[in-house]
């Protein structure tokens, strides 16, 4: 690939994972519980491993390669005209990077690559750790508030007081945010499909509507076969951003066939 790793918005996601793991270990938690108690070393422990996971499938989104047409590749039925090769089912061309992509879902800014076959788990275990994150911060801002509320006590000094008020700006949107983009993941994973093949899907439900089909996507085959063809083959493989098991992304099974359940 001839992108660059580093993007203003990805040093911009980097400051704020580091501010945020700042403000809640050593102001929030400190504060509330101090960080030489039980509890408060049990809560720092526990959102220092959330964001140990966040900035690791955060890194491997970045950096591996979401997956590119072999240029040995051969087809019948896509072609890339600004490529100027075929291309396997599933696979996009991307404007921003230049090139078709497998499996591609959609290209985004704020990891500076596309999110495609071979980054997409990493993607979205980056997603699911960050709202785990962002609540488990969200819950103990909220109840170091509440702590010194309830003592008729004020939050430390004033620049304290700043550092929550920036943590609690940045918290509230950022949580709804990512919480609204890890449900339509799930709900992608559920059914299989990538961004670009939901809408996709939904033209071709509208184009068989018309003529009195029924329009099924091919490459559903029931939420748990699913989830094991994009996440891994048993729940603590999920857990992980590793994806060794996706296979070469040029062909995969579908509704209507009986390849294994590993792509090929």
Known sequence: MSRGL??????????VIGFLYYTTVFVVVDDWLGLRTSPGILNA???????????????????????????????DLR???????????????CRVCKRCVLRMDHHCVWINNCVGHGNYKAF?????????????AMVMLLSAVTHD??????LGGGSSRTLYILCGTILVPLTVALSILLGWHIYLVFHNKTTIEYHEGVRAMWLAEKVGHIYRHPYDL???????????????SW??????????????????????????
Request: with cysteine; charged share 10%.
């Open 79 to 93: 072609y890339c005209q600004k490529c100027s090769h075929y291309k396997p089912p599933r696979a996009h061309h």
């Open 124 to 136: 979205f275990v980056f997603v699911l750790y960050a709202v785990i994150a962002c609540i488990h």
């Open 45 to 75: 422990g526990a959102f220092t491993a959330l964001a140990s996971m966040v900035v690791f499938s955060y890194l491997l989104a970045i950096t591996k390669d979401p997956g590119s047409v072999p240029t040995s590749f051969g087809g």
């Open 239 to 264: 857990l992980f951003p590793t994806s060794q098991h996706i296979g070469s992304g040029l062909r995969f099974r579908t509704s209507y066939d009986g390849l294994p359940t590993v792509p090929s």
């Open 149 to 154: 509320v309830n003592k008729d006590q004020q």
């Open 6 to 15: 580093i993007s203003f918005p990805v040093i911009v996601v980097f400051l």
């Open 222 to 236: 029931g939420v748990y076969e699913n989830l094991v063809l994009v996440l891994g083959p048993n729940f603590v």
